[in-house]
């Protein structure tokens, strides 16, 4: 019974007083909850910070890569403007898959889009029964450099579909 | 003797019922200085981050804002060519005609003239008249002297492709925009802070069929 007395006696008096502040001052327990709140709230402010910035990257991503698929389908149009029966052959317009690859960004690693196009598509006129327009579309897909993960909500990808008139009718 | 210095110095630093304890101050303190010092390394990352891409979106806006607009016109371009070269860098032509087809009949009719100068920007000249920056805000640069936007590249570049006829060619106009950003290394008196040199090219390209090359009578 003594030797109880004796310990609880040695911890009262040792120098670490973890909470019970009698004298009106910040006990060390307070300071530790203060430090975890500031860290806390830091790493929140500082995600956020990343996020958005990535996030605008992302968008300038996607907006060189509309471009790109704006230069692709120009060259279609003109193609099929220019056209005859039989040119763009069937085979040119059948749809691929992957078939360009053009460098974004030259960082490293360096950012790659990859363009792929759909079947090119006569639209009849129901009226003459000739080609009115055909439709194009192309899309680019394209990875970010730190993984699909981050941008998946959003998606790496970008189409666009056109119509393009000609002047002949087959 | 020793066991009395000892048992008043303990009593002072380490035991007392009146404040902190030395410890529980050691502790804070330490506690503290970790959270600001990482909270300014974030700060600081952070601000570089920024400035890098701030740097970029310039870059893509003003390059953007250049390319819509010479898309626009290439949607009613009837030719396009190369100039003698003008400030060092390429130069070129677009001429612009509206005109119907059946009867044939031009509506309106314009030579636009595009030449860049590096650090100033491009320049665009329509019909006779004198070149006017296409942006006034080029070089972008905020903070005199510490961000350097140069324009390394610009010229017109006809389109080729094996097999096609030459009409088609032709008509794919195409320019290249090459843009330089370069931040300068040193004190950076306005923050207080060192930066390191860092710099980054992007190129910019567009193409676009102009059906009035193929349309307008020979």
Same mark, same amino acid.
């Given at each position: 019974m003594h030797r109880v007395k004796y310990c609880s006696r040695k911890i009262r008096s040792s120098g670490l007083r973890l909470a019970g502040s009698d004298d009106g001052g910040i006990t060390f327990l307070e300071v530790l909850v203060t430090f975890i709140m500031i860290a806390v709230a830091t790493v929140?402010?500082?995600?956020s910070l990343y996020f958005g910035n990535r996030m605008l990257d992302v968008d300038m991503h996607k907006? /060189?890569?509309?471009?790109i698929v704006q230069q692709e389908l120009e060259y279609w149009i003109g193609r099929l403007y220019m056209g005859s029966p039989g040119d763009p052959s069937e085979f040119e317009m059948a749809p691929k898959m992957n +078939? @360009? %690859?053009? =460098?974004? $960004? @030259? #960082?490293? *690693? *360096? =950012?790659?889009?990859?363009? %792929?196009? #759909?079947? =090119?598509? *006569?639209?009849? #006129?129901?009226n003459t029964a000739a080609i009115a327009y055909? @439709?194009?579309t192309v899309w680019a897909e394209w990875e970010e450099p730190d993984g /699909?993960?981050?941008s998946r909500e959003i998606g790496t990808e970008v189409s666009l579909t056109t +119509?393009?008139?000609? *002047? +002949? %009718? $087959? | 003797m020793m066991a009395r210095v000892r048992k008043i110095w303990m009593k002072n630093f380490f035991h007392t019922d009146e404040g902190w304890t030395f410890i529980e101050a050691t502790f804070s303190i330490v506690l503290i200085s970790v959270v600001f010092l990482g909270f300014s390394i974030t700060l600081l990352n952070f601000r570089e981050w920024m400035n890098r891409s701030w740097a970029i979106r310039c870059?893509?806006?003003y390059a953007n804002d250049f390319m819509s607009h010479l898309d626009n016109l290439m949607q009613y371009g009837t030719n396009m060519g190369t100039n003698p070269n003008q400030y060092g860098l390429g130069s070129f032509w677009i001429s612009i005609t509206n005109f119907n087809q059946y009867p044939f009949e031009v509506l309106d009719s314009t030579l636009y003239s595009f030449s860049a100068k590096p650090t100033e920007g491009i320049f665009v000249a329509a019909g006779n008249s004198a070149p006017v920056p296409f942006d006034q805000d080029f070089p972008l640069d905020e903070w005199k002297y510490k961000h350097r936007f140069t324009i390394e590249d610009f010229h017109y570049e006809p389109f080729f492709e094996l097999n096609r006829p030459p009409l088609f060619n032709q008509a794919m106009g195409q320019v290249y925009l090459t843009i330089r950003y370069e931040r300068l290394g040193g004190l950076d008196f306005l923050s207080e802070t060192f930066m390191d040199e860092y710099s980054i090219v992007k190129e910019y390209r567009i193409a676009t069929f102009m059906k009035n090359h193929v349309d307008q009578p020979e």
């Amino acid at each position: 019974m003594h030797r109880v007395k004796y310990c609880s006696r040695k911890i009262r008096s040792s120098g670490l007083r973890l909470a019970g502040s009698d004298d009106g001052g910040i006990t060390f327990l307070e300071v530790l909850v203060t430090f975890i709140m500031i860290a806390v709230a830091t790493v929140v402010v500082g995600h956020s910070l990343y996020f958005g910035n990535r996030m605008l990257d992302v968008d300038m991503h996607k907006q /060189q890569a509309l471009r790109i698929v704006q230069q692709e389908l120009e060259y279609w149009i003109g193609r099929l403007y220019m056209g005859s029966p039989g040119d763009p052959s069937e085979f040119e317009m059948a749809p691929k898959m992957n +078939y @360009k %690859s053009v =460098i974004l $960004e @030259k #960082d490293t *690693p *360096p =950012i790659t889009v990859q363009l %792929s196009r #759909d079947q =090119i598509l *006569p639209v009849m #006129d129901p009226n003459t029964a000739a080609i009115a327009y055909w @439709k194009v579309t192309v899309w680019a897909e394209w990875e970010e450099p730190d993984g /699909q993960l981050f941008s998946r909500e959003i998606g790496t990808e970008v189409s666009l579909t056109t +119509y393009v008139s000609v *002047p +002949y %009718s $087959e | 003797m020793m066991a009395r210095v000892r048992k008043i110095w303990m009593k002072n630093f380490f035991h007392t019922d009146e404040g902190w304890t030395f410890i529980e101050a050691t502790f804070s303190i330490v506690l503290i200085s970790v959270v600001f010092l990482g909270f300014s390394i974030t700060l600081l990352n952070f601000r570089e981050w920024m400035n890098r891409s701030w740097a970029i979106r310039c870059m893509d806006q003003y390059a953007n804002d250049f390319m819509s607009h010479l898309d626009n016109l290439m949607q009613y371009g009837t030719n396009m060519g190369t100039n003698p070269n003008q400030y060092g860098l390429g130069s070129f032509w677009i001429s612009i005609t509206n005109f119907n087809q059946y009867p044939f009949e031009v509506l309106d009719s314009t030579l636009y003239s595009f030449s860049a100068k590096p650090t100033e920007g491009i320049f665009v000249a329509a019909g006779n008249s004198a070149p006017v920056p296409f942006d006034q805000d080029f070089p972008l640069d905020e903070w005199k002297y510490k961000h350097r936007f140069t324009i390394e590249d610009f010229h017109y570049e006809p389109f080729f492709e094996l097999n096609r006829p030459p009409l088609f060619n032709q008509a794919m106009g195409q320019v290249y925009l090459t843009i330089r950003y370069e931040r300068l290394g040193g004190l950076d008196f306005l923050s207080e802070t060192f930066m390191d040199e860092y710099s980054i090219v992007k190129e910019y390209r567009i193409a676009t069929f102009m059906k009035n090359h193929v349309d307008q009578p020979e």
